[in-house]
């Protein structure tokens, strides 16, 4: 993530209230779940783990977040990290 910029931090004042990131929320976690199932490190249907940590870092910028939805995006960072991650436990032995 070294190769993003980080966008300015944004105005209190100009941030949408939380409610409105709920509806974002739950769509960015169906997707997050169907990106992690998926059999391979490739993108799903031509967005790959780049794309939604990019639009969980928008909903974070843009969105007055409640304690409940930093906790949620943070475990959406985590699981996006972990399937970037080579899984050591599911390779045998030949």
Same mark, same amino acid.
């Given at each position: 993530? @070294?190769?993003?910029?980080?966008?300015? @931090?944004?105005?209190?004042?100009?941030?949408?209230?939380?409610s409105?990131?709920?509806?974002?929320?739950?769509?960015?976690?169906?997707?997050?779940? @169907?990106?992690?199932?998926?059999?391979?490190?490739?993108?799903?249907?031509?967005?790959?783990?780049?794309?939604?940590? @990019?639009?969980?870092?928008a909903?974070?910028?843009?969105?007055?977040?409640?304690?409940?939805?930093?906790?949620?995006?943070?475990?959406?960072?985590?699981?996006?990290?972990?399937?970037?991650?080579?899984?050591?436990?599911?390779?045998?032995?030949?």
């Amino acid at each position: 993530m @070294s190769a993003l910029k980080k966008a300015p @931090s944004p105005n209190p004042g100009n941030l949408m209230p939380a409610s409105v990131a709920d509806r974002q929320l739950d769509h960015i976690e169906r997707m997050v779940r @169907s990106v992690v199932r998926a059999s391979t490190a490739g993108p799903v249907h031509g967005m790959d783990q780049g794309y939604w940590e @990019s639009r969980i870092h928008a909903l974070v910028n843009e969105n007055n977040l409640v304690a409940v939805q930093q906790h949620r995006v943070q475990r959406l960072l985590q699981d996006l990290a972990k399937r970037a991650r080579p899984n050591v436990l599911k390779r045998t032995a030949a």
